[in-house]
DNA sequence: AGCACGCCGACT
DNA sequence: GTCGGCGTGCTC
């Protein structure tokens, strides 16, 4: 029975997987027999085809007329999908970001899920141990399979009782079941039939929460500030500015127990690389609940499980990257975001939302407190704090005793390097490993060498398709372009002379050999993309630095977060010069927050750490305001150049980019959209304040050729975002229209973080 | 993005 | 005479 309404005359509103910045309006289908739920997806024809979208709205007419209105196939779902509360935030993305909401709501969907389908319900399965596997001792086993070990400890503590599947996930995060698979080969462990026989055997008992430590003062009082606002209610944002090893883990831990007391969940956000086994251990032990992920390197199936374990309330805790910040929530009570800072909670293509902003946003409609954590906040936060709209809570001090490291500036003008080392550093090194500790050496540059060049003539290897230089990697002997993946044999004879051209400058691959060189008896290990591409190389190589058996680390930009080192001592910091003079106003933040980030990793244990940076440019203010006074003095010192110059947070961005196969479209595209925006602004004037708007461009970007394409963009600057909004809501119509832009491919990006 | 419709070259 | 090239336009 439906409702009373006559269902014929009903109207559904469709986000339809498109790319065209629109919904759809749709009849219900002829044999509904009631009124489907905002959120449901339903399956529709669209064109010629049948696709599935997602039900946003009843409106009570259309402006399409009524004989162009098609009828659905089929509601799919009569429990929503998504939740009422989730359809709000992304009906609301689509519109701030400009996006076509089809492909909004594709974003936040399980590739199974939006292609209208219900993850197979899959058998739990247990295993258990086998009296071989009982009297294994896990510590005997974890130098040569440390996975095994995990797994086996998660079995003993057990205590002979079969463990599920979800409890081994909940427990040691993804990519147990290779480990688990060796180890039932091994006879360590065998499939049980059945968790327990009804009323013989309890289900295997969730691992109980471990307690505690007692808080640092200041945790304490970021904690009680937390609760207090948890018991008032509503929205609060917060900052945690918290330093490395300050314990900012310890203080959400707090704040999501006290949700899941009350019977809520909490979700929590980290960057991609943050989102470690580790972090997934820490907060399933520590949290009587059910912890799902929810990330990229999961299967279809693993995600849209944990996906319908959020929308069901039956997870506590979502984990998740990114996209994570899409989940529905039955029982929402906190949002949580970790490094709030970190790049890549921005999506760079496609949809190009920012995860933090929506969490803001999300946590704002739902009237509940939001946590953004940093040791280096972005300078967008740290303006929200300055105006109000954030509460800052920090924490100054390491929960330690450690001390917060010295930091000194290596001068690359009077001290020559070497395979990437100062002698200076090298002096260091030897000092610290000589007093038992580990040293770190950070270089955002894999590969031997960024240049290949030939000495006779000054030739040098050049990407064909982008506009880069190739990289020289040695154990190959091959050149590689960083940028589109190009790759070729090293040739032994220049181009274009009789030359031999050979490597300049140092990267990751150089130093470890220098290393190798200086060290011949101190176990190293290098990680950065090439070295760790093998699945579980990564997790091996940290356990075997946690295990003190490396002695010194090497790596790129991987290394500095979401991980901690206890024994390192001393960090060098082999090239800070790469974000001195860029053109993106942001470098100097990036670097700044990079130089803090990779510097928190020295001294976490008592002894106090030594920081080493080497540059050539040791006057520039930068690095002097971030030496002198700290983050939070480059931070006012960045703040006060950015309000000068009229960049973000002291103004709204939107970029247009276009890109083709040759220049002359890309750039005819953007001409015509600039000279649309002008045209626009002229005939808005008048009321809304929008001749503020600046049109900056078209210009080629920092790199014109990338993968054989051109690309071109045009900058929108606003002193705030509704001009802004303003402008793209009219001037994007006429640009999905415009015949120019079928030639080249184009998209929007607002609030853009990289402006290249 | 697909997909259809549409109007011009080399083939069974 | 048709198969198919990709320009152009549309999808409730």
Same mark, same amino acid.
């Given at each position: 029975m439906n409702d009373g309404r006559p269902p014929g005359s009903a109207l559904m509103r469709i986000a339809v997987p498109t790319p065209v910045r629109r919904y759809f309006d749709y009849r219900l289908p002829a044999d509904a027999q009631a009124v489907p739920p905002i959120g449901a997806r339903v399956c529709v024809p669209f064109g010629s085809r049948r696709v599935v979208g997602v039900l946003v709205d009843l409106p009570a007419s259309s402006d399409v007329p009524a004989t162009r209105l098609r009828a659905a196939h089929e509601i799919l779902d009569d429990t929503p999908l998504l939740t009422a509360e989730l359809v709000a935030v992304l009906r609301w993305a689509a519109a701030y970001y400009h996006h076509a909401p089809g492909e909004v709501f594709t974003a936040a969907m399980p590739g199974i899920l939006r292609q209208g389908r219900m993850p197979p319900a899959r058998e739990q399965a247990h295993w258990q141990l086998t009296l071989t596997g009982r009297d294994t001792c896990a510590e005997a086993l974890r130098r040569r399979a440390p996975r095994q070990a995990e797994v086996l400890e998660m079995f003993h503590r057990a205590a002979d009782a079969p463990v599920s599947e979800e409890q081994l996930a909940a427990g040691l995060g993804h990519d147990w079941r290779p480990a688990l698979r060796r180890m039932v080969q091994r006879g360590l462990?065998?499939?049980?039939?059945?968790?327990a026989a009804p009323g013989v055997q309890p289900p295997a008992p969730m691992p109980s929460p471990a307690p505690g430590p007692s808080l640092t003062t200041d945790q304490a009082s970021a904690v009680a500030a937390i609760e207090a606002a948890q018991a008032r209610g509503g929205f609060?944002?917060?900052?945690?500015?918290? +330093?490395?090893?300050?314990?900012?883990?310890?203080?959400?831990?707090?704040?999501?127990?006290? +949700?899941?007391?009350?019977?809520?969940?909490?979700?929590?956000? +980290?960057?991609?690389?943050?989102?470690?086994?580790?972090?997934?251990?820490?907060?399933?032990?520590?949290?009587p609940t059910r912890v799902v992920t929810m990330h990229s390197g999961m299967s279809d199936g693993e995600r849209a499980r944990a996906f319908l374990a959020a929308r069901d309330g039956s997870a506590g805790v979502v984990l998740g990257t990114r996209s994570g910040v899409f989940?529905?929530?039955?029982?929402?009570?906190?949002? +949580?975001?970790?490094?709030?800072?970190?790049?890549?909670?921005?999506?760079?293509?496609?949809?190009?939302?920012?995860?933090?902003?929506?969490?803001?946003?999300?946590?704002?409609?739902?009237?509940i407190p939001v946590v953004l954590g940093s040791a280096t906040p972005?300078?967008?936060?740290?303006?929200?704090?300055?105006r109000g709209r954030y509460s800052l809570l920090r924490l100054p001090r390491r929960a330690g005793a450690g001390e917060p490291p010295t930091v000194r500036l290596v001068d690359l003008r009077r001290e020559a390097a070497e395979g990437g080392l100062t002698a200076m550093l090298l002096e260091r090194m030897r000092s610290h490993l000589q007093a038992g500790a580990q040293v770190l050496l950070f270089l955002n540059r894999r590969g031997f060498a960024p240049v290949w060049m030939c000495v006779e003539c000054g030739w040098i290897a050049q990407c064909p398709r982008c506009d880069a230089r190739l990289t020289y990697h040695q154990r190959t002997m091959r050149l590689r372009c960083h940028h589109c993946g190009h790759e070729r044999r090293a040739a032994e004879r220049c181009q274009d002379c009789p030359g031999q051209p050979r490597p300049i400058g140092a990267g990751t691959e150089q130093v470890e050999q220098a290393i190798a060189a200086h060290f011949p008896d101190v176990p190293v290990a290098r990680i950065d993309r090439d070295s760790t591409r093998r699945r579980g190389e990564?997790?091996?190589?940290?356990?075997?630095?946690?295990?003190?058996?490396?002695?010194?680390?090497?790596?790129?930009?991987?290394?500095?977060?979401?991980?901690?080192?206890?024994?390192?001592?001393?960090?060098?910091?082999?090239?800070?010069?790469?974000?001195?003079?860029?053109?993106?106003?942001?470098?100097?933040?990036?670097?700044?927050?990079?130089?803090v980030q990779v510097a928190g990793r020295a001294g976490r244990a008592s002894r106090g750490g030594e920081v080493l940076v080497q540059t050539s440019f040791p006057e520039h203010p930068l690095l002097f305001t971030l030496l002198r006074e700290g983050y939070d003095g480059f931070a006012r010192a960045a703040a006060a150049e950015r309000t000068a110059a009229g960049w973000p947070p002291f103004s709204a961005l939107a970029m247009l980019r276009a890109e083709a196969a040759q220049p002359d479209p890309a750039q005819a595209f953007l001409a015509m959209a600039a000279q649309r925006a002008s045209d626009e602004l002229q005939t808005m004037a008048p009321g809304g304040g929008t001749a503020d708007v600046a049109v900056l461009g078209p210009a080629p970007a920092p790199m014109e050729r990338r993968a054989?394409?051109?690309?071109?963009?045009?900058?929108?600057q606003a002193p705030t975002r509704a001009p802004l909004q303003l402008l793209l809501a009219r001037l994007l119509p006429i640009l999905d229209t415009a015949s120019e832009g079928r030639r080249v491919r184009w998209s929007v990006d607002v609030d853009p973080i990289e402006l290249d």
């Open positions: 462990l065998t499939a049980a039939t059945a968790p609060t944002a917060w900052l945690l500015h918290g +330093v490395t090893g300050s314990g900012k883990t310890e203080v959400y831990l707090r704040a999501i127990r006290r +949700v899941l007391d009350a019977g809520g969940q909490a979700l929590v956000l +980290v960057p991609e690389i943050g989102l470690t086994p580790q972090l997934v251990q820490r907060l399933a032990h520590r949290l989940a529905p929530l039955r029982n929402p009570q906190l949002i +949580v975001v970790d490094e709030e800072h970190d790049a890549s909670l921005k999506q760079q293509d496609g949809f190009r939302y920012h995860a933090r902003d929506l969490a803001v946003f999300r946590a704002r409609q739902l009237g972005s300078l967008e936060s740290l303006h929200n704090v300055a990564l997790e091996r190589q940290l356990e075997d630095i946690r295990a003190g058996r490396t002695r010194i680390l090497i790596g790129t930009q991987m290394l500095t977060k979401g991980h901690d080192f206890p024994r390192v001592t001393l960090v060098g910091v082999l090239n800070a010069d790469g974000g001195l003079f860029s053109s993106d106003f942001r470098a100097p933040e990036r670097l700044a927050q990079l130089i054989g394409r051109f690309r071109m963009q045009l900058l929108l």
